[in-house]
């Protein structure tokens, strides 16, 4: 059984709405992580400093998202911004795959695309998102494939995150977690040390949060954390 203290390792509280968000607001989000446990916070670039500022001597991580939540900027640009995000101090970047390519069966530009921004990471975690709900499952597993490929050729230190939250919910999370987990047992590259995975977008239960991570997920994209854990 998972209790709440292991519960709360596992969460990326998000604080990525597009409407006005107050520094009280976000010291507040960061006040409940802290005391919590939470793995990390996860805002936008423009935050990055705040939020580092009040994480300073807590384990709590610094997560900032790269060309959120549509993916299709130029490879250059979304290079650009990963060094521009890491230099604020970002522990973690989430960046939106480029899921237009996939669509397009442009595996090779897929690849190119993430090779590059790979690249830019440095060896710091990189969260693809592959916004499961615009894909399919044949698309979800070329996706992984591909990147399993890239973070072999790169050493990269890569986690496939299933969604942003901000597309229609078509595709069950659970449903995608278990596609990415048994693509990535068959290429021998799941698990800790190698690619891990993370569920995100409409996760609203402590019973969905606890049987994703039974299912084979590692990390937990969240919005409201502490309901989850009352």
């Known amino acids: 059984m998972i209790d709440n203290l292991a519960l709360a390792k596992t969460f990326d509280q998000s604080i990525l709405r597009p409407d006005m968000i107050s520094p009280e607001e976000i010291k507040n989000t960061v006040d409940i992580a802290i005391k919590h446990n939470f793995r990390s916070i996860v805002v936008h670039p423009c ?8 994480l300073s001597n807590t384990q709590v991580l610094t997560v900032s ?3 959120f939540p549509h993916g299709k900027g130029l490879t250059k640009t979304r290079v650009k911004d990963i060094r521009e995000i890491l230099k604020l101090g970002a522990d973690e970047i989430d960046i939106v795959a ?10 090779r530009n897929f690849k190119k695309d993430l090779k590059a921004v790979t690249k830019a990471m440095e060896g710091k975690p990189l969260k693809i998102i592959l916004e499961v709900d615009l894909l399919n499952e044949k698309l979800i597993k070329n996706a ?3 990147i399993s490929k890239i ?8 986690i496939i995150k299933t969604k942003t ?3 229609e919910n078509k595709f069950l999370n659970i449903n995608a977690v278990k596609i990415i987990k048994k693509t990535l047992e068959e290429l021998n590259q799941y698990g800790e040390g190698k690619i891990r995975v993370k569920a995100s977008g409409g996760v609203r239960t402590k019973e969905e949060a606890i049987s994703l991570l039974q299912t084979g997920a590692h990390i937990l994209g969240v919005g409201k954390g ?3 854990l009352t």
């Open 47 to 54: 935050n990055i400093s705040l939020v580092k500022d009040l």
């Open 65 to 67: 998202v790269c060309d």
């Open 98 to 107: 480029n899921y237009q390519y996939l669509q397009e069966g442009n595996i």
């Open 144 to 146: 992984v494939q591909a």
């Open 151 to 158: 973070a072999n050729e790169e050493n990269g230190n890569l």
């Open 165 to 167: 939250g901000f597309a």
């Open 226 to 228: 502490i309901d989850l």
